[in-house]
């Protein structure tokens, strides 16, 4: 792709293009050679080109910046805090949006910062979508913003009103509130609902690595500190609880995983995520609900043998259940269970979601199942990446 | 300069090898004769002198020089402290001495003056002296506010009726006169071209249970006095451990993390004993005595020389314990430190920052940075709230919300803490912690599995200690107390090794717990020292009168033998007091400690608090 600005009625606007979704939007977009005008925001030092840049290199399309046009914005301010000469410009120029900017916490600890990124903040990208007339709101929600009531979570507004955490909470309101607003400035709009993102299914490169890296993570972590224990310390605290080295010569690690039911995983890889996209913003049905789900989600149980065969360890169990107060419970169960504590929801998730609208947007192509040559490959990638930390040497 | 005479000019004149704090025992000499040079410190200062040809090899220098037998005890006590190893500076001493007096040279004999006479008259023969080398070792220390004054006269006296006699003497000759600690205040106090009163061989301590009183004698070290109250069950509120009790109380009051409970200044004692200016005894309680209970705001003098003091003992619950509780913030440690004090929750209070928790668990400069680094960088630990209590006090803690690292797992990080600054698993525990910061303390097997991953030992925490010392600091960190933090704060032996890379100089102030007045004064600290180039770092403060106010210490570091460095400390502390200054006529409610110089036997209230307002 040589990277020539393209006329204005094939552009999209874009917010969270620093994130794991709005990134591979933007670079899908690139990659079609669609230029597209970045809304965002400088941090941590860094101004939102250098942190789009940094990005571009991931990808490895930074000949593709050209493409790009940038605007400094927040959410939290009057005019997206834009002169009023930008804000005027831009406008007038009715482009589509894709909304993609979110707070991706489920901490409680965390509510007031996540209801303000994920609702409140909508407010000021909402009035300047109704007063430029857009052609199209495209708002990335989630899956899992049909909340618990019911098992069977259909592409419609929801109508549940428990949910399990903040996002979930936040994605909820957030979908109401686009659709009144849209509703009543007449923007057509979409709600696009992807249940859990994981890395690219063909390259195993992931930006993100929660979700289904984390138990993955922390059971490597607890692998870890007990190898070093048996190698340095003479594994006096691993026999404590029974951990060893066994006759194959791999960890044995007996960790107990209490999932509440037999429910299951849903998880998609990113390029599914993006193919499906672009197939929906390309003949978007206004107000229209889209879930990039899988029809064929992970069991934990299959997970977990992955997980055995990829750490070299064995031990682990899923358990059916909760444990009672006053279970034995040993220092790697708990570590693990604090450490998966928020997604705990999503490992053993009994709902269903069904994919009318998307399958006729995708014309009927699904996500791949997730396999262990797929899950090494992912895994591999974030390994190779230190979890994150070495993300942009990779 | 060599390595030698380098670590001679170093000594910061900290007295730690003055206590028996590592319970080696003390430089034999040092406790036969007492003055300051038998000590390493005095040997230290004199080889540094005699290496600089700045004073004549003396009838003493021979005595202080053969007296030191090289058992090597100083080694330790110094390491432990600035990591120097004080036998060789001691062997170059004696070498020294040998080289010049086969070599012929001329040893200068006392010369005869009347007044020294006299004054042997009254503390004996041996207890009064104008020997150069001993005088040497009396006339300085790393202030950078103070410049060195050769003293004409040392004297010990044993007693307060000896102290009134030399009194009036120094007075009937017209001469000046300071009183010396165990150290050299290192305030530039105690220095004077007259004469200077050593009280070290007043170390008499006297309990009087029944009235929850201990009166002790101006030569007793904090340490001492402390181990004597908890050998009989009880504790007192010392200052650091090598500072004189009397001393102390009467430069600026006595402070520490349990001055959150037991108060500060006039709350600390019951009685004392003075020899006034004019000679004449007086106790506090006399009630024509002069009223050292009030308080003016002005740099005074002492009022008299402290000749005994009645501390106040207090309780010891079998079950005291310490809570470390991580903030990621300034603000946050000083909301939670506020409130314990509001609602007397714990005995000891400090708001700790990272320099002060990595040099107390560090055995060495190389592992207290690489410690700092990791608690701030993968712990995100920025300040820690030190709350020791008993069982009551640290279950409140866990009901108000707070997760803390308790002994068990401070021993597990201290004796871990190589393997803490290398542990990769570091980096995912903040990771999947996420807004939740330092949850993880709250499981139950947190610190089984901090065991298993940091593997901690008394082997792996000397594991960079000098070779030749290795040994003995595995043997010390096998002892229950070196890495209990209630035995480490209530000996003070926590704060020891402040001042390990360079010279520290304290500044402190008493202000409200007021979170935007500190942080910008702290912000103003830094950047004052940061434009001279010199180390700085947060303290410690402590909440006073029930978190009403508080006492705020700020450090700036020199390297005190650079007249550099000490030139920049000068002027760094003049801006900073400006800063205070300004502070304290703005709000009414700073006080420097400057002005409770000399005045430590005041009521606390009059320092804290100002009736100004209320009188208007």
Request: charged share 25%; hydrophobic share 40%.
């Amino acid at each position: 792709m040589t990277g020539r600005k393209t006329e204005d009625n094939e552009k999209c606007i874009l917010t969270g293009a620093t994130g794991f979704l709005g990134s591979h939007v933007m670079a899908g977009f690139l990659l079609k050679g669609k230029s597209v005008v970045i809304m965002g925001r400088s941090s941590g030092g860094e101004s939102l080109k250098e942190r789009i840049r940094k990005l571009l290199r991931w990808f490895g399309i930074e000949h593709l910046e050209v493409l790009l046009e940038f605007h400094e914005t927040d959410f939290q301010k009057t005019r997206m805090g834009l002169g009023v000469n930008e804000f005027e410009k831009l406008y007038k120029r009715r482009l589509p949006i894709i909304h993609c900017a979110s707070d991706t916490s489920f901490s409680e600890k965390s509510r007031d910062r996540v209801m303000k990124s994920n609702v409140e903040n909508l407010s000021e990208i909402l009035n300047f979508a109704i007063k430029s007339r857009a052609k199209f709101f495209h708002f990335v929600s989630s899956a899992y913003a049909a909340g618990t009531d019911s098992i069977k979570c259909s592409e419609a507004p929801v109508i549940s009103v428990n949910f399990n955490n903040v996002y979930e909470e936040s994605k909820a309101y957030a979908e109401n509130i686009v659709s009144k607003r849209c509703g009543e400035g007449n923007l057509p709009y979409t709600i696009i609902r992807p249940s859990i993102v994981y890395g690219d299914s063909v390259t195993g490169r992931s930006l993100r690595f929660n979700a289904l890296y984390y138990p993955v993570r922390s059971l490597q972590l607890i692998r870890d500190i007990y190898l070093s224990d048996i190698k340095n310390n003479k594994g006096i605290k691993s026999s404590e609880w029974g951990i060893h080295i066994n006759h194959e010569g791999i960890l044995q690690l007996p960790v107990r995983i209490f999932i509440p039911n037999e429910g299951k995983i849903n998880l998609i890889p990113v390029n599914h995520f993006t193919e499906s996209i672009f197939s929906i913003i390309e003949n978007p049905l206004n107000k229209t609900y889209y879930h990039i789900t899988s029809n064929n989600p992970q069991t934990m149980a299959s997970l977990v043998k992955y997980t055995e065969r990829f750490l070299k360890i064995s031990g682990l169990e899923v358990v059916i259940g909760t444990p009672s107060a006053d279970e034995m419970r040993n220092p790697p169960e708990e570590l693990f269970d604090y450490f998966i504590r928020e997604y705990r929801p999503y490992i053993s998730d009994r709902r269903i979601f069904t994919r009318e609208n998307t399958n006729r947007a995708v014309s009927g192509v699904l996500p791949p199942d997730l396999s262990y040559e797929i899950f090494e490959r992912c895994m591999n990638f974030a390994v190779s990446a230190d979890w994150g930390r070495n993300l942009f040497n990779k | 300069m060599n390595d030698i005479l380098k670590t001679a000019k170093n000594c910061r004149h900290y007295a730690m090898c003055k206590i028996d704090f590592l319970d080696t025992g003390l430089c034999a000499s040092g406790m036969e004769k007492h003055y300051v040079s038998f000590y390493p410190q005095g040997r230290m200062d004199l080889y540094a002198a005699l290496a600089e040809e700045r004073i004549p090899v003396t009838e003493k220098c021979i005595e202080i020089a053969d007296s030191c037998d090289l058992c090597g005890k100083c080694d330790y006590q110094c390491y432990f402290v600035t990591e120097m190893k004080p036998s060789v500076v001691m062997n170059a001493l004696k070498e020294h001495i040998r080289l010049y007096l086969d070599q012929g040279g001329e040893v200068l004999m006392p010369k005869h003056d009347n007044i020294l006479e006299e004054l042997k008259g009254i503390v004996g023969e041996y207890w009064a002296t104008n020997d150069r080398a001993v005088a040497l070792t009396y006339s300085h220390d790393p202030c950078p506010l103070a410049e060195p004054r050769m003293p004409e006269y040392v004297i010990m006296p044993y007693s307060t009726a000896e102290i009134s006699a030399v009194i009036k003497l120094l007075n009937t000759h017209n001469i000046k006169y300071a009183v010396r600690g165990n150290g050299s205040s290192v305030m530039g106090f105690v220095m004077s071209e007259g004469a200077v009163i050593d009280l070290g061989r007043m170390k008499t301590i006297h309990f009087d249970e029944k009235n929850w009183v201990v009166k002790v004698g101006p030569g007793v070290a904090a340490f001492d006095l402390q181990k004597a109250a908890v050998n009989r069950g009880f504790r007192v509120n010392v200052a650091e451990p090598s500072a004189l009790i009397c001393a102390n109380i009467m430069c600026s009051g006595i402070f520490s993390l349990f001055s959150a409970s037991y108060g500060t200044a006039a709350d600390n004692f019951v009685d004392a004993e003075f020899v006034g200016h004019d000679g004449e005894i007086f106790r506090l309680s006399d009630k024509s005595a002069q009223n050292l209970f009030a308080y003016r705001k002005e740099a005074s003098g002492i009022p008299g020389i402290c000749s005994s003091v009645h501390v106040r003992l207090h309780h010891i619950t079998s079950d005291e314990s310490a809570a470390f509780v991580p903030f990621e913030s300034l603000e946050r440690a000083l909301d939670f430190a506020k409130d314990c004090a509001m609602r007397r929750i714990g005995l000891a209070i400090g708001v700790l920052g990272g320099e002060y928790i990595s040099v107390f668990l560090s055995p060495t400069k190389k592992l207290a940075a690489n410690v700092k680094k990791t608690f701030r960088d993968k712990l995100k630990i920025e300040y820690m709230v030190l709350v020791i209590g008993d069982r009551y006090s640290l279950r409140s803690i866990k009901e108000m919300g707070y997760n803390y690292f308790d002994n068990r797992m401070i021993k597990i990080l201290n004796l871990g803490l190589p393997s803490l600054t290398s542990a990769k698993w570091l980096d995912l525990i903040n990771d999947f912690t996420g807004d939740e910061p330092f949850s993880y303390l709250g499981l139950k097997h947190f610190p089984d599995l901090a065991e298993a991953a940091l593997a901690p030992s008394p082997a792996q925490l000397v594991h960079d200690v000098d070779p030749e010392l290795r040994t003995f600091f595995e043997k010390l960190y096998s002892r229950p107390e070196m890495t209990d933090p209630v035995w480490l704060n209530m000996f003070r032996i926590i704060s020891a090794r402040m001042g390990r890379e360079k010279h520290v100089l304290a500044i402190m102030i008493y202000l409200p717990i007021d979170n935007k007045l500190i942080t910008e004064i702290n912000n103003e600290f830094k950047r004052i020292a940061d434009s001279h180039g010199l180390k700085n770092d947060y303290g410690f403060i402590t909440p006073l009168d029930n978190g009403k106010r508080c006492v705020f210490e700020y450090d700036y570091y020199l390297d005190h033998t650079d007249p550099g460095e000490r030139k920049k400390a000068q002027q760094a502390i003049m801006e900073a007091g400006i800063m205070i200054e300004k502070h304290s006529s703005e709000t009414g409610t700073v006080t420097w400690i400057r002005y409770v110089f000399g005045q430590g036997f005041s009521r606390k209230e009059s320092f804290l608090f100002s009736t100004d307002e209320a009188d208007k």
